[in-house]
């Protein structure tokens, strides 16, 4: 088997992607400590075209070298926006008319794989800090929660993977609408 050169990959250019239909998501990210997290939701959030990711409170900002090592210029493809607080973020959102949901483990949360969005409204998902997960001032305001589920003995993955997950799994049920 040989592996797809560069050039065969049919890569878009920073303008086409800018110009490209997005997908009615916005990835909030709430008190993320790790600049390589931040970088690698970046990259994920470019290769499945998301709306636009939210960068709150302690969450690094682009121009940064540690973010830029795992995003790879994705920082410069996908929108993105700092709030102060997640607070302030999620009540934009909810100006917007989002549908916002905590990416946690908590009392009534909805198991992803149960999750059944209606894309009848925009969607925003916030991923919480790496030790605290989401905090309460986010979990005040959202509308639900979404949960991966998992069956070792850890219950807990990197922010970085979890949003992976969510944000294909939300991205294979808008392909499919």
């Not at 303008?15 to 990259?43: H, M, T, Y």
């Not at 070792?152 to 997950?165: D, E, F, M, R, Y």
């Not at 294909?168 to 499919?176: Q, R, T």
Request: negative net charge.
């Amino acid at each position: 088997m040989k592996k797809l050169s560069l050039s065969e990959l049919n890569r878009i250019s920073l303008e086409e992607f800018k110009a490209s239909e997005k997908i009615p998501l916005v990835v909030v990210l709430d008190d993320i400590r790790s600049q390589n997290n931040i970088g690698s939701i970046f990259r994920t959030a470019d290769a499945f075209r998301i709306s636009e990711i939210c960068l709150c409170g302690i969450t690094a900002t682009p121009p940064h070298r540690e973010i830029h090592k795992t995003a790879l210029g994705a920082e410069d493809s996908v929108t993105w926006r700092y709030f102060e607080t997640s607070g302030e973020c999620l009540q934009n959102l909810k100006q917007r008319n989002y549908q916002i949901l905590a990416v946690e483990q908590a009392e009534e949360s909805i198991s992803l794989p149960d999750f059944d969005p209606s894309f009848e409204q925009p969607l925003a998902i916030v991923l919480g800090n790496e030790v605290n997960g989401v905090s309460d001032e986010a979990m005040d305001q959202v509308d639900a929660c979404i949960e991966i589920p998992q069956y070792g003995t850890k219950h807990s993955l990197n922010v970085s993977i979890a949003a992976g997950i969510v944000i294909w799994d939300i991205f294979e049920k808008y392909a499919k609408r």
